[in-house]
């Protein structure tokens, strides 16, 4: 068994007794397994582990390590969960099957143009900067519900749920209680919180998906931009 396959297990039992502690089903809770800076042979252990969803920063970095592996692995899915440039839309459009850093008008109306022009559909996640904080990605909380209701109503998109990232310090629990309820009051169903400090909490306050990096692949070499 390879490190990755050790940890994979490892969090997928934490996931699991989370559930059971706030009485929820399991199969509730996806893993997406965040492999920005690790190799493609990093993916391709998590992959023979049993992993099929992973998660990555930049457009670039996914150009290269994805697309060749999906031949081989059908049911490999990507999110794609990093700060998204809006000259970045149409690639990010080929790669991704979720784009959860949808967070601002110019980018809802070139992701819905780049998805006009090449006829594909990945899921999209308006992230929500619950903390106002102002280096990171997101749309501020007094923007949020206006930006959920112009992304469906004006850019004609369908939004499947919400993401954030809390702030490093402090109790992440209120940020993500706040993301439910945003999610609960527009019917969507994908809750994409928690990280490998904090998945555990997330899952107590309704994460669909749980985004681990460092606790599957390990300690990253060089920082990834957020
Ligand atoms: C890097 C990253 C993660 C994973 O963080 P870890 O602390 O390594 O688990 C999750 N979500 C986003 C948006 C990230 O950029």
Redesign the pocket.
């Known amino acids: 068994m390879t490190d990755i396959a050790r940890n994979l297990a490892a969090i997928r039992a934490r996931i699991a007794e989370a559930c059971a502690r706030a009485n929820r089903d399991p199969a509730g809770v996806g893993l997406?397994a965040?492999s920005?800076t690790h190799p493609a042979e990093a993916v391709v252990a998590a992959l023979a582990a049993g992993q099929t969803v992973f998660?990555e920063?930049r457009v670039q970095e996914a150009q290269q390590k994805f697309p060749p592996l999906r031949a081989d692995h059908p049911a490999l899915r990507l999110h794609l969960?990093?700060a998204l440039q809006t000259n970045k839309a149409r690639d990010a459009v080929r790669v991704a099957d979720v784009i959860?850093?949808l967070d601002r008008p110019k980018l809802a109306a070139a992701l819905a143009d780049a998805m006009k022009k090449e006829g594909r559909a990945p899921g999209l996640l308006v992230q929500v900067n619950t903390g106002d904080e102002p280096q990171k990605a997101g749309v501020p909380r007094a923007e949020a519900d206006s930006f959920i209701r112009a992304c469906r109503d004006e850019h004609g998109l369908t939004i499947s749920g919400l993401?954030c990232?809390p702030p490093a310090e402090g109790d992440p629990r209120p940020h993500f209680a706040f993301l439910a309820n945003l999610a609960a009051k527009y019917g969507l169903a994908t809750l994409s919180m928690g990280?490998?400090?904090d998945?555990e909490i997330a899952i107590a306050e309704g994460a669909t998906l749980v985004?681990?990096?460092?606790?599957?692949?390990g300690h990253?070499d060089y920082p990834?931009p957020?």
């Open positions: 997406v965040v920005k998660g920063n969960i990093g959860a850093s993401m990232i990280m490998s400090a998945f985004r681990v990096g460092t606790a599957i692949f990253r990834a957020a």
